[in-house]
């Protein structure tokens, strides 16, 4: 039976870090992974399958390693992901000048409709005296949702927020 772990690391950035805590995971598949830079730190999350043995020694392992390696890190068992069905998925980029309380808006419009996130990207720009933002999303949309109408209310918030807005269609998500 195949056991999943999710990893999850943070810390002063220097290079040999993925290395290492790739090296740890050296006896089992690394599913999925992310790693960016925010500031100085390095951050990375990663989703890990092996036997439980192999997977139990990582647990056991990577207290100590993250101590070696000065890093602040989280781990939980998980399951495979189950994708769900949704008919479709909207890419969805917003562009403007920076302003507090952006991605609570954009958030909080979905999270009213029941939307699925399936990304979030974003980016902000301190460009001379313009300050700028980049959101990127990825958006799983259900059955029962208008998509014109969903993508005319997105379009309607960016205007309501002074950001240019892009929606892009993406192919259909269909069940396993």
Not at 145 to 155: A, R, W
Request: some cysteine.
């Amino acid at each position: 039976m195949t056991n999943y772990l999710v990893v999850t690391a943070m810390g002063a950035d220097r290079p040999g870090l993925v290395s290492r805590l790739a090296r740890l995971a050296s006896e089992c598949d690394i599913v999925d992974s992310r790693m960016a830079l925010f500031g100085n730190e390095f951050t990375l999350i990663m989703m890990i399958s092996g036997s439980w043995t192999a997977i139990t020694k990582i647990e056991s392992l990577l207290p100590a390693l993250s101590v070696e390696l000065e890093l602040m890190t989280v781990m939980k068992r998980t399951s495979k992901h189950t994708p769900k069905n949704f008919v479709s998925r909207i890419e969805v980029i917003f562009n403007g000048e920076d302003q507090r309380g952006t991605m609570k808006s954009i958030t909080q419009f979905l999270a009213e409709r029941g939307l699925d996130l399936a990304a979030v990207r974003s980016h902000a720009d301190d460009n001379d005296s313009l300050k700028t933002q980049s959101i990127l999303l990825a958006i799983n949309i259900p059955e029962k949702v208008d998509l014109l109408k969903l993508e005319q209310g997105i379009h309607e918030l960016a205007e309501s927020m002074s950001l240019e807005c892009s929606i892009k269609r993406m192919q259909g998500i269909a069940a396993p």
